[in-house]
């Protein structure tokens, strides 16, 4: 199945698409986190493009070169979800499934915050509800540990120097799961001007992933959710896993896997299985 790299106008802005599957096929929407981009969907994108599913995985905000605005107010929540609902509009998606991993995931639970109607199935990766992480952040030990780099993220300057010297060394550490393919591309978008700043400017917009935004609530979701979840996941513990539970007010299924936080990487087989009972069980009417 062949996966088109596309230029894509909306939101005032251009990004970098893939794009796969019939144009009739029930849409399926997929958003990268950090530091990676749309390339880590191409194994999923495949499958399910073959199953006949229509497939969207944009370069989000900040990287995409035609979508790096400057200053850190233009990554907010609201910011980065309207861009999924702009880039839907465009394609004509007015309902559609989401998959999210990483920031990809937060994006996708701020989608379901501001439109929640347009989402026929959500598929978060890695990270839970915003709510119960950003309270694990603030109230769970473990939890605090694991995102002190957020910390580090938000200091403007000292993060892009640190992450950017000996060549992306850190970066290069970061991508633990990786083929040399996938970190050439990603290599090429952060060596880009302006990219990595944009795309730590997510995390400085959030304050550090705080969920109380004055724009985006944060509250009970009714839309049929899958989590997954790696057990051996660095940057997110288990406190805010099972306390995302409490916020799901509709069909809910959680996936523990023995894995890190690379799931596409690590366990793709049992992931993308994973993602296709959820699309199967929650179709989208005709």
């Given at each position: 199945m062949t996966v088109e790299l596309r230029e894509v106008s909306a939101a005032g802005f251009r990004f970098r698409c893939r794009l796969a599957g019939p144009a009739e096929g029930e849409p399926v929407i997929l958003l990268h986190g950090f530091p990676e981009t749309s390339r880590m969907w191409l194994p999923v994108m495949e499958r399910l493009a073959a199953e006949g599913y229509r497939c969207l995985a944009p370069d989000q905000r900040g990287y995409s070169p035609g979508a790096r605005p400057r200053g850190v107010e233009h990554y907010t929540y609201a910011h980065l979800a309207g861009d999924v609902l702009a880039l839907a509009n465009v394609f004509d998606m007015p309902r559609f499934h989401l998959v999210g991993h990483d920031w990809g995931a937060g994006?996708?639970?701020?989608?379901?915050?501001?439109?929640?109607?347009?989402?026929?199935?959500?598929?978060?990766?890695?990270?839970?509800?915003?709510?119960?992480?950003?309270?694990?952040?603030?109230?769970?030990?473990?939890?605090?540990q694991r995102s002190q780099y957020i910390q580090f993220f938000l200091e403007e300057g000292a993060a892009e120097a640190a992450l950017t010297a000996n060549d992306f060394a850190a970066l290069r550490r970061i991508w633990s799961a990786h083929s040399?393919?996938?970190?050439?591309?990603?290599?090429?978008?952060?060596?880009?001007?302006?990219?990595?700043?944009?795309?730590?400017?997510?995390?400085?917009?959030?304050?550090?992933?705080?969920?109380?935004?004055?724009?985006?609530?944060?509250?009970?979701?009714h839309t049929p959710t899958l989590l997954i979840w790696g057990n051996r996941d660095q940057a997110i513990g288990r406190a805010a896993v099972e306390a995302a539970a409490a916020y799901m007010a509709g069909p809910y299924r959680f996936v523990e896997l023995d894995a890190g936080h690379w799931l596409v990487q690590e366990a793709g087989e049992r992931v993308t299985e994973e993602i296709r009972r959820h699309l199967r069980q929650n179709p989208i009417p005709t």
């Open positions: 994006v996708g639970w701020a989608v379901l915050a501001i439109d929640p109607d347009r989402v026929a199935s959500f598929s978060a990766l890695s990270v839970p509800h915003l709510a119960a992480f950003g309270r694990a952040i603030r109230e769970d030990e473990d939890q605090r040399p393919e996938e970190i050439e591309e990603y290599l090429r978008t952060f060596r880009e001007p302006g990219a990595l700043t944009a795309a730590l400017n997510w995390y400085r917009a959030s304050r550090g992933i705080d969920p109380e935004d004055e724009e985006v609530r944060f509250g009970l979701v």
